[in-house]
């Protein structure tokens, strides 16, 4: 059995125990040619990019880099590099239109004076002082109907008898 010597792509000795930075340009070049293979780590990496902000950025932004983005990719004349970036922020364009995609209004976290009206969809008995339940609305005083939400989980404390689905 042979042993076979692997030559790294990306880094280089020098003489003198110092690494030469030329073997990063040539490891790129390199991994670049199988731009395919990389292409889901780079999404991924646009996508946490996209949930690491602070705050939500404008709507507009994430259609306007997918559209460019996709033509950049599938354009022959883009270099490589611009095409890794083109990756990176098409998977930070496609988080934020499927963030988008499945928005649901949502109440606040106490809101002791809303009145809502609806079926019980679904009961979750956790204790027997404690159960969860899931009303799909019919009617919501005091909300207008573009902020009124389909379902609400509500928590239930105490000593309640529970609802029947």
């Known amino acids: 059995m042979a042993v076979v010597e692997a030559v790294s792509t990306w880094v280089r000795p020098v003489k003198g125990g110092q690494l030469l930075l030329s073997g990063w340009a040539q490891a790129f070049e390199v991994e670049s040619q199988r731009l395919m293979i990389w292409s889901p780590l780079l999404l991924v990496t646009g996508i946490w990019g996209y949930f690491s902000l602070a705050r939500e950025p404008p709507a507009t932004l994430a259609l306007i880099l997918a559209i460019t983005c996709s033509g950049l990719i599938f354009w022959p004349r883009t270099s ?7 990756i990176v922020l ?8 499927r963030t988008l995609w499945v928005a649901t209004p949502l109440l606040g976290a106490y809101s ?5 009206t609806g079926h019980v969809v ?3 008995v956790r204790s027997r002082q404690r159960f969860s339940l899931v009303l799909e609305l019919t009617r919501a005083d005091g909300l207008p109907e573009s902020q009124r939400p389909l379902r609400v989980l509500i928590q ?3 000593k ?3 609802p029947r689905v």
Request: net charge neutral; charged share 15%.
């Open 122 to 124: 679904d009961v979750d």
């Open 160 to 162: 309640h008898a529970v």
């Open 80 to 86: 490589r590099s611009l095409k890794v970036l083109a």
């Open 156 to 158: 239930v404390t105490g």
């Open 112 to 116: 002791p004076q809303q009145q809502m």
């Open 90 to 97: 098409l998977g930070f364009s496609a988080a934020q239109l």
